[in-house]
C-alpha cells in the first residue's frame, strides 16, 4: 500500500528532493513562519533515488529568485503548480548558473566571507557541482560545503 501527503487545492509541489535537503528549502522559502499549510515528507521511498524528501504548500506562488535559491539544492527535483488539484505547470528544477546570497564562502581570506557572496555554478564531467567565488575566484565542491546562510 503507497502512503502520500495530502492532496492540496492550490499551491505547489516540490517532489524528488535529495533526500535531508528538504529543510534547506524550508528555510529558503521561510516556510517554518508561514501561516500557509504546508506538507513535509521526509525520507520517503523512491524508485529512483531509494529515498527522496517532498515539500506540498497549500495557497503559496513561488518566484523565480525562490526556484533558483531551492534550486542549488534540489537540482533535477520537480515543481509542480496545483490548481483546483489539477497540476498545469510541471518543471524540472535545474542548478542556476548563479547562486546569489546563499553560499558563505570558505576561503577565509576572501572579502566576502562575513556575508553572502556570489557564485557561479557549473558541473563537471563527473556529474559534481561546482562552485567558484565572484570575489576570490576560488571553486569550491558545493556537496562538501557547510555554510549557508538561509535567513
Given amino acids: 500500500m503507497e502512503k502520500h501527503i495530502g492532496y492540496i487545492e492550490n499551491g505547489i509541489n516540490i517532489d524528488h528532493i535529495p533526500q535531508g535537503n528538504a529543510w534547506y528549502i524550508i528555510k529558503i522559502l521561510k516556510l517554518d513562519k508561514s501561516s500557509s499549510q504546508v506538507g513535509i515528507g521526509l525520507n520517503l521511498p523512491s524508485k529512483k533515488f531509494g529515498k527522496k524528501d517532498l515539500i506540498k504548500i497549500e495557497n503559496h506562488s513561488i518566484s523565480q529568485n525562490e ?16 490548481k483546483d488539484f489539477k497540476v498545469i505547470e510541471k518543471k524540472t528544477l535545474e542548478l542556476p548558473k548563479k547562486i546569489n546570497n546563499i553560499i558563505i564562502c570558505p576561503n577565509i581570506r576572501c572579502v566576502s566571507r562575513l556575508y553572502k557572496s556570489q557564485f557561479n555554478s557549473s558541473i563537471n ?4 557541482i561546482y562552485v567558484k567565488c565572484y570575489y576570490c575566484e576560488q571553486s569550491f565542491l558545493l556537496n562538501e560545503l557547510s555554510e549557508y546562510k538561509l535567513d
Avoid: E, R, W
Wanted: hydrophobic share 35%; net charge neutral.
Fill in 67 to 82: 526556484i533558483d535559491s531551492i534550486s542549488t539544492f534540489c537540482m533535477g527535483s520537480t515543481l509542480s503548480v496545483i
Fill in 125 to 128: 564531467h563527473n556529474h559534481k
